[in-house]
């Protein structure tokens, strides 16, 4: 028998017609914040809407292609199971589908921009699973969380996404670096493949929120999974790698409104260089709220 599935959507208080548009799906169960809380306390509150033994989660710009019965089989088996994703066209999305986790060099080459420049070096080809082809199934180390299936038994072990990464970036990195060290694995199955658009959200953003949330939470990732060098390190080159980074937004936008998000970035970094790792242990923070 085919398990019963309660689709949940959580609003994080949209402007445009997606409340109206999922309302009017049969069997979806609507959740409207008035709002924007951010992605994790958002899957959070959708996982926690119902006591289902599997929990799907789903980007809004994620169509799936297959059926999901062999995600559920993996997932009984290991904790965790992820799809293919792919683009319009059909082409795996290699290089962000899956991952390993990252390193502080890894990190490190992401803010000086040598992963874009030069995306065959060896750091770059081991992070983004360049070395491995996409069409093979096993255990991986990160998946994207845009499509992951988990078995509700580990999700409540590990108290679901740490909702500190606000309001978005690095919570599903955290959340499969905890299942991993916890015991768990997560299984990838090449054959279940679902379309992904890629930054349809986050594209309306202005680009310097972007760059401020994605520093604060890729050293927020740094202070609970890296050593003391490793941290540190990454938080130096957040600050070092901010002055390129800002005159390349004050291009692009052509104004100054860059400057304040980078200034915040240096200030938020250069304070966790020289500060204790506060966020340290974070990982078996519970968020029940």
Not at 179 to 200: C, F, L, N, S
Request: hydrophobic residues 45%; contains cysteine.
């Amino acid at each position: 028998m085919a398990p019963h599935v309660i689709r949940v959507v959580v609003d994080n208080a949209s402007e445009d017609n997606t409340v109206e548009r999922a309302r009017r799906s049969a069997g979806t169960l609507v959740i409207v914040n008035t709002e924007n809380r951010g992605f994790a306390a958002a899957v959070n509150q959708g996982v926690r809407a119902t006591d289902a033994e599997f929990a799907l989660l789903l980007n809004p710009d994620v169509r799936l292609l297959a059926g999901i019965d062999a995600l559920v089989d993996a997932s009984e088996n290991y904790g965790l199971a992820a799809g293919r994703l792919v683009d319009t066209l059909g082409r795996t999305q290699s290089g962000f589908t899956i991952r390993r986790f990252p390193t502080a060099l890894s990190l490190i080459f992401e803010l000086a921009g040598i992963n874009r420049l030069w995306p065959g070096n060896a750091v770059n080809r081991r992070y983004r699973y360049l070395d491995r082809e996409v069409t093979r199934a096993g255990a991986v180390e990160q998946p994207a969380g845009a499509f992951l299936l988990t078995r509700r038994d580990v999700w409540e072990k590990l108290g679901g996404l740490d909702e500190r990464f606000h309001p978005i970036w690095f919570e599903d990195v955290d959340y499969a670096k905890r299942a991993v060290d916890a015991g768990y694995q997560i299984e990838y199955v090449p054959w279940v493949t679902a379309e992904h658009d890629g930054a349809h959200s986050i594209n309306q953003v202005a680009a310097g929120c972007r760059a401020e949330w994605w520093c604060a939470n890729l050293t927020q990732y740094a202070a609970k999974h890296f050593g003391a060098l490793g941290y540190r390190a990454v938080c130096a080159a957040v600050v070092l790698t901010s002055a390129p980074r800002v005159v390349a937004g004050m291009i692009q936008a052509r104004s100054f409104t860059p400057v304040t998000n980078f200034l915040n970035i240096v200030r938020l970094a250069g304070t966790r260089l020289v500060s204790a790792r506060s966020l340290r242990g974070g990982a078996e923070t519970k968020h029940t709220s």
